[in-house]
């Protein structure tokens, strides 16, 4: 008895998309910020640490301010960078 092969995807040809868009773009590296503090640190301190980090206008500074970096590196200028939690 012979063995038929069931018809399937080549794997030497790329799959066709079918109406799926493409990414405008690709992750080519991403960078973690950690905030430490440090253990012996008052209850006093620790709420202040908390509050500017929740603080409504820190996320904005942050994002500036690393763009602004960025702007720094004229090879990165087709590059865009994103900053969340």
């Known amino acids: 008895m012979s ?8 794997p030497k040809r790329p799959a066709k998309a079918k109406n799926r ?6 992750l080519i590296d991403e960078f ?10 008052s209850a006093t301190e620790c ?7 929740q ?3 820190f996320m904005p500074a942050l994002q500036r301010a690393v763009r ?3 702007l720094r590196y004229p090879s990165l200028v087709a590059a865009s960078v994103d900053v969340c939690r």
Not at 3 to 10: A, T, V, W
Not at 47 to 53: D, F, G, M, Q, S
Request: charged share 30%; glycine share 6%.
């Open 47 to 53: 709420r202040k640490v908390r509050r500017a980090l």
């Open 55 to 57: 603080n409504r206008r």
């Open 32 to 41: 973690h910020v950690a905030v430490y503090i440090p253990i012996g640190l």
């Open 3 to 10: 063995r038929q092969r069931m018809p399937g995807p080549d």
């Open 21 to 26: 868009r493409m990414a405008r773009t690709v």
């Open 68 to 70: 602004e970096f960025f």
